[in-house]
């Protein structure tokens, strides 16, 4: 329940502050948020298989983040961002999508 209204908390703060993404931070945040969304559904899948730990949840939500905005860009920096960029979103989407197989498999066991 408290995580539930700590996602309310947090989209209602969104909608009124409407914050601003510097200039500069644009191309790393949606890989950004595809990392967070890869953590949660890795941690949504280890609560449903009874091993979740929320360090390890804490430190994997951001390690996912940093690394991929790391990877972009040191592929700004090199000259080939787009590239990395579809290549963590390809690596990301992976993941989910697997996560979000396992979780189905053990929600409706099929």
Do not use: C, W
């Not at 609560?47 to 972009?72: E, R, Y």
């Amino acid at each position: 329940m408290i995580a539930v209204l700590g996602l309310v908390v947090g989209v209602v703060a969104g909608l009124v502050v409407r914050p601003v993404v510097p200039m500069a931070f644009e191309p790393y945040l949606p890989i950004a948020v595809v990392a967070a969304l890869d953590a949660v559904f890795g941690g949504l899948r280890a609560m449903l298989d009874g091993i979740f730990d929320d360090k390890v949840f804490v430190v994997s939500f951001l390690s996912n983040v940093v690394v991929a905005a790391l990877i972009v860009f040191l592929g700004d920096k090199l000259g080939v961002g787009a590239q990395l960029s579809t290549g963590v979103v390809v690596v990301l989407g992976i993941r989910i999508f697997s996560n979000a197989a396992a979780i189905r498999r053990h929600v409706f066991r099929a």
